[in-house]
């Protein structure tokens, strides 16, 4: 088959154009996609930024609190007492004044005398030296980190409580990292991110309603699809905790 | 100044006892040199020795534990069994002294300066003095009830005066939590032990 001049110029001009929109529609999407990845990874960036300073702030407030507390004569006086019903009404007590989600009181060797929220009289002893903030508080250091803290997320502090030099005893105190702090971030942000705090891969708290699990790769964004909707995803690990425990967030750009 | 107070502590009520119990069993009293440490921390100051399993002990006639500078004055105080310890106020201010700790709870409630209480300890055991009115303050007093027993200086340096020669449970008590407990056989004349306490 033979075509005319005439048809093979107009074929070459066809071939041309449908070549040339082809690449435009592969360098529009390119050009998108890095779009949304540059927009998604400025999100983590600035989700990270803000949830290090809330975490901070938190973190100092519960500290500097925490400090007085544990210099209180009451305290120093009935933490080497050991009754535990007595304990554990102190620790309701500073957890109100703290406005925290959980008070511990330990003796100078790491065991639990009193917590908020176990019951004292049928409470199993409890050995809490083995936790970094416990251990790092019988050494006479406050400390202050994230941790998952009985299936939840947590930002934990520690207190050493000393009679003179030497240390009596040990308070932490801590706060979930849940779906509240999750829309207050997403209020402070005003990006229109939503985001999702996760251990291991479980949701523990967020500013959607979403699944018990949920991953995102920490490379670069990925589509997911969540009730319906479509989000591009992308995990961080939160400030303050080792990269390898799993503890992050998920930012989820519609 | 601790050290004169040391000194009046044992004259006041141990001298006596263990110049008794010393001409009563015929025995040749010795004295025990010695050093305590703290693992990792050195010489072990104001820490308490204590040689149990020989006869008990008299109250001393006589104790104190003053209250100065927004201090406790001794940090530390070895009493028998039964003695009434003095707690005078000579700061400028109001103080308060309680405890909670096992041997003795109490609470003297707040005094001003000039004022002075006193309260028996009847039990042996550790009790924690604080001052509700001053966070920083705090001291300790050991009960005991044997008449042998010594704190340590600075330097971890104590001395027990007048023990029979015989065997003995030494026990040693350190506010660090630190402590040591073992079986202790007492030669006739000096001797010299070095003792190096750990936690439980």
Redesign the interface.
């Known amino acids: 088959m033979r075509f005319s001049l005439r048809t093979r110029i107009l074929l070459l001009i066809a071939g041309t154009l449908t070549g040339l929109a082809a690449l435009i529609v592969v360098a529009i999407t390119l050009l998108a996609r890095q779009e949304m990845n540059r927009t998604v990874r400025a999100d983590v960036r600035a989700t990270g930024g803000v949830l290090a300073q809330f975490l901070r702030d938190r973190s100092d407030s519960l500290q500097n609190q925490s400090r007085q507390i544990a210099?209180?004569?009451?305290l120093?006086?009935?933490i080497?007492?050991t009754d535990r019903a007595t304990l554990k009404d102190l620790a309701d007590d500073y957890r109100q004044a703290l406005r925290a989600d959980g008070v511990a009181l330990t003796d100078?060797?790491g065991r639990l005398l009193g917590e908020t929220g176990v019951d004292p009289e049928n409470a199993a002893p409890s050995d809490r030296a083995g936790e970094p903030g416990v251990a790092a508080a019988m050494s006479g250091t406050a400390w202050s980190g994230v941790e998952a803290r009985g299936g939840a997320l947590t930002l934990s502090i520690s207190v050493p409580i000393t009679?003179?030099p030497?240390v009596?005893g040990t308070l932490t105190a801590y706060s979930a990292i849940n779906d509240d702090l999750a829309h207050s971030l997403k209020t402070a942000l005003a990006s229109g991110s939503d985001v999702a705090f996760v251990s291991g891969g479980r949701v523990e708290g967020a500013s959607l309603p979403l699944p018990p699990r949920l991953s995102a790769p920490r490379a670069a964004p990925r589509l997911v699809t969540i009730e319906g909707a479509q989000y591009f995803a992308l995990y961080a690990p939160l400030p303050g905790a080792a990269p390898a425990s799993g503890m992050g967030f998920i930012v989820l750009r519609p | 100044m601790k050290k004169m107070q040391g000194l009046q502590k044992l004259a006041s009520g141990g001298f006596a006892a263990l110049l008794a119990l010393g001409l009563a069993s015929g025995a040749h009293a010795s004295d025990v040199a010695g050093q305590v440490s703290l693992p990792r921390r050195g010489a072990a100051r104001d820490a308490v020795i204590m040689l149990e399993g020989g006869p008990k002990s008299s109250p001393l006639a006589k104790a104190m534990v003053d209250q100065r500078d927004k201090a406790f004055v001794p940090?530390v105080t070895v009493v028998t069994q039964g003695t009434t310890v003095e707690f005078p106020n000579n700061d400028t201010v109001f103080h308060n002294v309680?405890?909670?700790?096992?041997a003795k709870?109490f609470d003297l409630g707040v005094y001003p300066r000039g004022a002075s209480k006193r309260q028996t300890f009847d039990k042996p055991g550790v009790v924690?003095l604080?001052?509700?009115v001053?966070?920083e303050m705090?001291?300790y007093i050991v009960v005991v009830d044997t008449p042998y027993t010594a704190i340590t200086d600075s330097r971890g340096h104590f001395l027990l005066r007048g023990v029979p020669p015989g065997t003995y449970t030494l026990h040693v008590w350190h506010?660090?939590?630190a402590q040591l407990t073992q079986s202790y056989t007492v030669p006739p004349g000096a001797s010299e032990v070095v003792l190096t306490l750990a936690?439980?």
């Open positions: 210099r209180q004569p009451v120093k006086g009935y080497q007492d100078r060797d009679i003179g030497e009596w | 940090h309680f405890a909670y700790f096992n709870k924690a604080l001052c509700n001053h966070s705090s001291a506010e660090s939590g936690r439980k």
